[in-house]
Protein backbone atom coordinates (compact mmCIF):
# COMPACT_ATOMS: atom_id res chain seq x y z
CA UNK A 1 0.00 0.00 0.00
CA UNK A 2 1.54 3.78 -1.02
CA UNK A 3 0.65 6.81 1.25
CA UNK A 4 -0.02 9.48 -0.83
CA UNK A 5 1.08 11.70 2.10
CA UNK A 6 3.05 11.22 5.18
CA UNK A 7 1.34 10.98 8.80
CA UNK A 8 1.53 14.84 9.91
CA UNK A 9 4.25 15.35 12.38
CA UNK A 10 2.87 16.80 15.86
CA UNK A 11 3.48 19.51 17.12
CA UNK A 12 6.70 20.40 19.85
CA UNK A 13 5.30 21.07 23.42
CA UNK A 14 6.83 24.49 22.96
CA UNK A 15 4.77 25.31 19.74
CA UNK A 16 1.41 25.61 21.55
CA UNK A 17 1.43 28.78 23.95
CA UNK A 18 -0.80 27.27 26.83
CA UNK A 19 -2.67 30.66 26.88
CA UNK A 20 -5.86 28.94 25.27
CA UNK A 21 -6.76 31.88 23.43
CA UNK A 22 -4.88 30.70 19.71
CA UNK A 23 -7.92 30.49 17.76
CA UNK A 24 -6.99 27.97 15.68
CA UNK A 25 -4.17 26.51 18.19
CA UNK A 26 -1.87 24.36 16.55
CA UNK A 27 -2.75 21.52 18.23
CA UNK A 28 -6.49 22.14 16.66
CA UNK A 29 -5.42 21.96 12.86
CA UNK A 30 -2.86 19.38 13.95
CA UNK A 31 -5.95 17.24 14.89
CA UNK A 32 -8.02 18.54 11.96
CA UNK A 33 -4.71 17.39 9.61
CA UNK A 34 -4.45 13.65 11.46
CA UNK A 35 -8.23 13.21 10.78
CA UNK A 36 -7.94 13.82 7.37
CA UNK A 37 -4.79 11.49 6.97
CA UNK A 38 -6.87 8.74 8.80
CA UNK A 39 -9.90 9.10 6.44
CA UNK A 40 -7.46 8.56 3.50
CA UNK A 41 -5.43 5.99 4.91
CA UNK A 42 -8.67 3.79 5.57
CA UNK A 43 -9.90 5.01 1.30
CA UNK A 44 -6.51 3.66 0.37
CA UNK A 45 -6.73 0.11 2.60
CA UNK A 46 -10.09 0.01 1.16
CA UNK A 47 -8.94 0.35 -2.60
CA UNK A 48 -6.27 -1.95 -1.93
CA UNK A 49 -8.59 -4.78 -0.23
CA UNK A 50 -10.76 -4.68 -3.29
CA UNK A 51 -8.03 -4.60 -5.34
CA UNK A 52 -6.88 -7.74 -4.05
CA UNK A 53 -10.13 -9.16 -3.90
CA UNK A 54 -10.58 -8.87 -7.59
CA UNK A 55 -7.27 -11.02 -8.49
Known sequence: MSDLKEKP????DDDCCGGG??????????????????IE?????EEQADKNNNK
Open 9 to 12: TQPE
Open 41 to 45: QAKLK
Open 21 to 38: ACNPCVWDHYYAELQKWR
